[in-house]
């Protein structure tokens, strides 16, 4: 864990994120407007600073803001909220972070960790595809049924 993981703070993750997403949208224009959509984005940031060549320590805060971003996400779309890790906290050590992303049902996850790993593994850690396989997301609501057109209920051609 680096110095400035031992700073972050769970009331002080959503303002990263928007610190992260005003500063590279001024830059590149990025559409990051904390949709699940939007994380496809992340992805391919994350493939730039991959192909990049650079190390994992050089984009470091980079790598944090996204990861804020991420979490900040979860938080907006799914009904997460950012929550800090005791010190004793077992997950703190697996986690490698102070702070994660609890959802309703308990559950929590660790975008920090999660941006990390896309960074290091590759395409097979999609952080859009992560979000779609959540467990203990707020539930969107009921469905929207689609009902039938009139002149397709027959099955007859019009």
């Known amino acids: 864990m680096d110095c400035e993981s031992l700073?972050?703070?769970a009331d002080g993750m959503g303002r990263r994120?928007?610190?992260?997403v005003e500063r590279a949208t001024a830059r590149a224009r990025l559409p990051l407007d904390y949709s699940v959509g939007s994380l496809r984005v992340v992805d391919r940031v994350v493939d730039g600073l991959r192909r990049g060549?650079?190390?994992?320590?050089?984009?470091?805060?980079?790598?944090?803001?996204?990861?804020?971003?991420?979490?900040?996400?979860?938080?907006?779309?799914?009904?997460?909220?950012?929550v800090d890790l005791p010190d004793a906290h077992m997950?703190?050590?697996v986690f490698g972070y102070p702070v994660a992303?609890?959802?309703?049902?308990?559950?929590?996850?660790?975008?920090?960790?999660?941006?990390?790993?896309?960074?290091e593994i590759g395409t097979k850690e999609s952080l859009y595809l992560y979000f779609l396989t959540l467990h203990g997301r707020r539930s969107a609501g009921p469905r929207r049924l689609l009902t039938p057109h009139p002149d397709r209920v027959s099955g007859k051609a019009c």
Do not use: I, K
């Open 7 to 9: 700073t972050l703070r």
């Open 17 to 20: 994120a928007e610190e992260f």
């Open 53 to 82: 060549g650079a190390g994992r320590e050089e984009v470091a805060g980079t790598l944090l803001g996204l990861g804020a971003y991420v979490g900040e996400v979860l938080v907006r779309e799914a009904g997460g909220a950012w």
């Open 91 to 93: 997950l703190r050590s």
């Open 101 to 119: 992303v609890r959802m309703p049902d308990g559950r929590v996850w660790n975008p920090l960790g999660r941006t990390v790993n896309r960074f």
